[in-house]
Each structure stands twice: as structure tokens, then as C-alpha cells.
């Protein structure tokens, strides 16, 4: 113990005795994050799409989305703590609540960036207007919409640290445990993960958008539109 | 519902902003937070604005500022702030508690937004509009005060928006990491028995300032914003201004 106390571990001797933990924190990390963009992506897709058709419904679902996206993650855990407690459901609620203002955005912006002159080629070939969404107004609004859902997946990955407060952190219970305990190892192995597994996570949709759009690699990668509208975001 | 209402009460209990548990009230606190936020702003916004107008105006750097973004949209800023809160304490272990370790997490954390929608604004203006304001012979510096600058304002504006609101928030979690601030109100009252009323009436304040911040920086936001003949303020002056709170987010 005396030996221990005057030797703290170094950093790999601390990672060799507790994988399990980390690998443990990281799946709860990576899965408290999957199902937050998960619903949040179920959430705002048919919210987009009658925000899209319905233009009058944007400004009040931006308004709304974009009040909850201002609430520091912190603050709603904790006013959440009366109706769903100290469990995940609080922490889940929260986070799906962040991603709907990037999700939606850029799913919209996907969506107008369609051009009308493709729509009315369609139009004209007798598509309906289910499948005008389906077959064309989706499949070409999706480098936006993986866009958003790159920045919504990078995003979560960070706010899940914060679920500490409420014991659902994944790798930010590293993080604070580390910070209590003064023992700055397990604080790096914690924010090196989550940044490795935003990173990964990022790279990962970055492939899934290449394989679903293989129109976009040939000649100019992305329409002008896109450029503009989502350079930062696309980035 | 009756713990927001305890909550409400607490927050309206004009004792409570002088002292709350032997320690410092709500007022105190608050005038912390908010000081505290505005520095880390201040000094965010003379080193991000600066090199985002040359680089912007060079056309070039768009590397720089995307791995910026990009990098500080991936480091989790409760993350910054422990290691911030670290480090400080390992080299100078009397400024632990001080203001310095919050004030370099949040002001790193600031940098980004600011730093990519300057570059993103002024790099968007038309390049023929450049070109014109260089053949009337407007010099490089005219160029960027007086043509690159106003256009870009309203992105250069939201930029500042979303790191307000972003060191507003973080500054909570300073509570947690040895600092002041509102947060200080959370943690008392997840660390000791019986506050839950100080616990949701902190986090209401939390998101309270949080909205203020919004709302006030949205109206320079607005100020900013170049009107059209139609009267209506818009954001497409230049037709090529991407939307502001997509990058912000």
C-alpha cells in the first residue's frame, strides 16, 4: 500500500489492470451515444420532411429545437432528475434533444438544395409524390443529412462526459473519477478515448457517406450548394 | 412539480443571493459566472477574430481553420476543463483554485466557433466584388474594413453567439473542477443530503443565463445584419453566406 502510495502506477501499468473498466466505460460511451442519434434521427426526419413541405412549420420547430440546444446539457440532466431520476432515460432524453437542431437543419437545407429542375424531370416521369421523396429528394439531400449526422454523432460523443453528473458518463465517469482521486492517468485515458471514439465514429460516417453517394465522387465531389450551405459542417 | 417550486422559491428568497449555506449567494455566484465568461470571451475574441480575418483575407489557411473546428468540436469540454484544471495545478499548484485554469478551458473552448465563421464569412464574400473594390483602388487593408468585414459581420456575430453560449454552459461545470460559479449551486446539491431545491434551482438558473446569453448576442446578431430594399433583414446578403447555426452547430 506504502509502496503504491509513493509509486502511483504509470499510465500503461493503470490501463493494463483495469481494461475491463475502460472497455466497459467505452461501450457504454459508444452505446449511449448510437441510440441518442439514433432517435434523434428518427425524430427529425419526418419532422424535416414536414418542415420541408410545410414551410410555415420550420420557424417554430427551429425556434424550439434551437431553445432546447441552448439549455446547457448540465442544467436539463439535472431539471430532468424529476421525472426520469438518476437513470440513463434522463440522460438519453437530453442528448436525443441536442441532436435534433443539427439533424434537422441540415436536413432541410438538404432538401431545398434539390434542384427544381430534377424534380420536375421526375414529376414528369410520373413519380409521385412519394416517390419523388424517396427516389430523389432524399437519396440527393443525403450528403447534407450525413453531414448533420456526422456534427449530431461528434457532438454526443462529447455531452455524454457530462452524464457524469447523473452516473451515466461512459468514459467521462474516467474523467471525474480521475479529477476526485488527483490521479491524472485514468483523466487522460478518458478524454484520449472519447476523442479517439468522436474521431473513429466521424471517419466511420464519412465512409458510410461515400459508399451510399458514389455519384459524388466522380468529377466535382460536392454541388456548389452544398459548399456553401454546410462548408463548416461538412468539414 | 412542487420541487421546481421549492426551486422558484429558493432562487426568489432574497436572503439566498447573499449567502446560501455559510457560503457565497446567488448574487456572488452569478457575478462570477458571468465575469468569468465574459474574460474567457474577451481574450477568445482577440486571438480568434485577428487570425481569422488574414486568414480569411489570404484565401488560403481553409486547413487551419477546419481542423480547428473540427478539433474542438471532438475534444469534450468537460474534458478541457479537467485537463486545464491539471495542468495548471502540477505547474503552479497555487493557482489551482484561481480563475486561470477555467478562464484557459473556456477560452480555448471559445476559439473555434469564432475563429472558423470569421474565416468561413469573409472567405465567402463574392471574389469579384473583391476584385472590383481592388480596381477602384481600395487598398488590401480597405479591402477587408471596409467590404470584407461588414459582410462577413453577421457570421462573425453568430460565431461569438455560439461561444457565448457554449462558456456560459461549460462555466457550470467549472463547479465541478475546483472552480466558481453557478456550478457551485449543482454540486452542493448532489454532494449534500437534502438540497435538491438548490440543486434544480442552480440548474434553472444555469439554463436561464444560458437563454439571456442567446437572446442578447442574437440581438447584436440582428444589428449587424444588413437590411434589404424589402425591409426584411437577411442573412443571404451576399447570396453566398452559409447559415449561420448550421456552423454553430
Known sequence: MIAQALHPPTIWEWVGDHTSLILSRLGQHAELTIIAVAIGLAISLPLSIVAYRHSRVYPPITWFTGLMYTIPSVALFVLLIPFTGLSNVTVEIGLVSYTLLILIRNIVVGLRGVSEDVKEAAVGMGYTRRQLLWRVELPMALPAIVAGV????????????????????GLGELIIEGLNRFYTPEVI????????????????????????????RSGTRVRPFLRTQTDAVTA | MHQFVQALDWIFTGSNWDQVNFGTGIRGQLAYHVELSLISLVIATAIAIPVGLVVGHKRRGQFLAVSVANLGRAIPSFALLVLAFIVVSNLWPSLGFSMLPTTIALVLLA??????????????????????????????????????????????????????????????????????????????????????????????????????????????????????HSGRRTRKAQGQVPEPRAIAA
Open chain 1, 189 to 216: 485515458v478518458g478524454v484520449v478515448m472519447s476523442v479517439a471514439l468522436a474521431l473513429v465514429a466521424d471517419g466511420l460516417l464519412l465512409l458510410l457517406e461515400r459508399r451510399l453517394t458514389p455519384w459524388a
Open chain 2, 111 to 228: 476559439i473555434p466557433p469564432i475563429l472558423t465563421n470569421t474565416y468561413v464569412g469573409i472567405q465567402a464574400v463574392d471574389a469579384d466584388t473583391v476584385e472590383a473594390a481592388r480596381g477602384m483602388g481600395l487598398s488590401e487593408r480597405q479591402v477587408l474594413f471596409r467590404l470584407e468585414v461588414p459582410l462577413a459581420a453577421p457570421l462573425i456575430m453568430a460565431g461569438l453567439r455560439t461561444s457565448a453560449v457554449t462558456v456560459v454552459a461549460t462555466a457550470t461545470l467549472a463547479g465541478f473542477a475546483g472552480g466558481g460559479g453557478l456550478g457551485v449551486f449543482l454540486y452542493l446539491g448532489f454532494t449534500q443530503q437534502g438540497q435538491q431545491h438548490i440543486l434544480i434551482g442552480g440548474a434553472m438558473l444555469v439554463a436561464a443565463l444560458a437563454i439571456l446569453t442567446e437572446v442578447v448576442f442574437g440581438g447584436f446578431e440582428r444589428l449587424v445584419t444588413p437590411r434589404t
Open chain 1, 150 to 169: 456526422r456534427v449530431a454523432t461528434v457532438s454526443t460523443v462529447g455531452l455524454v462526459t457530462v452524464g457524469f453528473i447523473i452516473g451515466h458518463g
